[in-house]
């Protein structure tokens, strides 16, 4: 007997002779071309997208995956139950070779709020299962909304066992906030205590590298347990692309950027569960958009890479006069735009800000300069209060900004002047940690970190791996922190370093549990703030 869990946790393709009615065909793939897992998302009340990419060799250095030349025939099909006793919907697609023989299919017409599962064939073979979700009807208020946000899943650092618990969970909604690839050749970007495995290929740079990293990295079968498990909504951040860019500008200089960024926007799209209506076109890939969760939550997913002025002062933590510049945007201003407008028209309970890079004010100095990071908000200081003034402008009743990058746990109260400590709190921010991205880390006691104590607005620090558990409620937004001990091996279990709710009409994360801290300590206070730099900084 066929067990739910079993279906969503593992196993790969089948033959199936004749599937869809369709007899065997002599011309089709000679071996499984659903080696990458299958994956959904973007849910509306009435659909989501669907996605697969065919690939029989996908490491081949290419990047065609060994498929031949040619368009493929594929079928899906959704159906209620896991067995697609009555399937609900099907479809045919065309896998074409241009686009990496991806398919992204938007099943339409099904139920609000419910529940499906998926599967694709191509000739005599057919997909693992996965399962999705519509969302809520827009009218309607959900009870609640279980979640989970992760980001940074750098390959060679660590096993992606996070992914694994995440899917053990079988959470709603799945957030990705960036960092999803990582562009370094091998022996490049190394953890601490060294690299578990290696990455394939030199440094991202052509179509062919592109494809070839997200095929490696979709090949690990604790990634396709968490794409299958539920419906993800992607952004991406840096490494997609390259380290810190910035719109047009790479981290160092390269005459063939555009190439680059072109390459990978294609590579991106054709990996990810995303509407055509996001195709790129040339280095643009349209990413910023909405969900709606009924009245409950509306995620605006953001794009704080492609639009944003260059850094003013470098990457790191710098005093920086033009961070505070007027002129300077880390969203463009179209997407601010968008973004205000939509403030005004969500009227849900809970407005999410799904991005990348950290929100909050974080000054490292405790005298009276602000060395902050220029990479994140605090570079584009005006950006940030344009958008905090545009939620208190329109009323937004609940805004927490969901954050990844940092390689870190942390909470935080968001203000509209962080130079006043006496400010009122106006929105909240939970930053995940990595999954893998640094290796194992460390506990500690969150306490002891100097920058808690010079940005009062700062609630938690934890630097080991891991990812974030949510619950939406209309009463409250609860979220528990999980790390994992180690991923220097596979296995680790998820365990809750702390706990905090934000309770409908009260900004600023409220801490309820934290898992007591035995020491030692890994760092002096001092040594734990520079490391901190220098985990967010440290690049090849």
Known sequence: ??????????????????????????????????TLGVASGDPTPDGFVLWTRLAVTPMAEDGRGGMADRAYEVWWQVSPDERFTRPVASGMSWAEPSWAHSVHAEPTGLEPG????????????????????????????????????????????????????????????????????????????????????????????????????????????DLQAAHAVAPWLVVFDDHEVDNNWAGPVPERPNPRFDRRR?????????????????????????????????????FHLLDTRQYRDDQGCGDGYRDCPAAADPARSILGAPQEKWLLDGFRRSGATWDVLAQQVFFAQRDRDPGPVLSTSQDAWDGYAASRQRVVRGWLDAK???????????????????????????APVVGSELICTSLTTGGDGFDSDPATHPFLANNKHLHLYNGQRGYVRATVTPAELAADFMTLPYVHRAGAPAQRKAGFVIPDGVPGPQRRYLRPFTGPQAFAPRELADHTVWTETERP
């Open 396 to 422: 937004v009743r609940n805004a927490v900004v969901l954050t990844g990058d940092v390689h870190a746990h942390w909470a935080a109260d968001v203000k509209l002047d962080f130079a006043d400590p006496d």
């Open 114 to 221: 419910r529940e499906y599962f998926y599967r694709f064939g191509v000739d005599r073979w057919v997909s693992p299962v996965g399962r999705t979700r519509t969302a809520p009807a827009r009218p309607t208020l959900p009870p609640a909304l279980n979640l989970a946000f992760l980001s940074c899943a750098q390959y060679e650092h660590g096993f992606f066992t996070g992914y694994r618990r995440i899917a053990e969970s079988e959470p709603e909604l799945i957030v990705h906030l960036g960092d999803y690839v990582y562009e370094y050749a091998a022996h490049v970007y190394n953890a601490p205590s060294g690299n578990v495995r290696d990455h394939a290929g030199p440094e991202t740079q052509t179509l062919a590298n592109y494809r070839q990293r997200f095929a490696q990295y979709k090949l690990d079968p």
């Open 262 to 298: 072109t390459a990978a926007m294609r590579a991106y799209w054709e990996n990810m569960p995303l509407r055509y209506a996001r195709q790129p076109r040339g280095t643009a890939l349209p990413l910023h958009r909405r969900v709606r969760w009924g009245r409950l939550a509306t």
């Open 1 to 34: 007997m066929v067990s739910r869990r079993g279906v969503l946790l593992g196993g790969g393709a089948v033959v199936v002779a004749g599937l869809f009615g369709r007899p065997a065909s002599a011309t089709g793939p000679a071996s499984d071309p659903f």
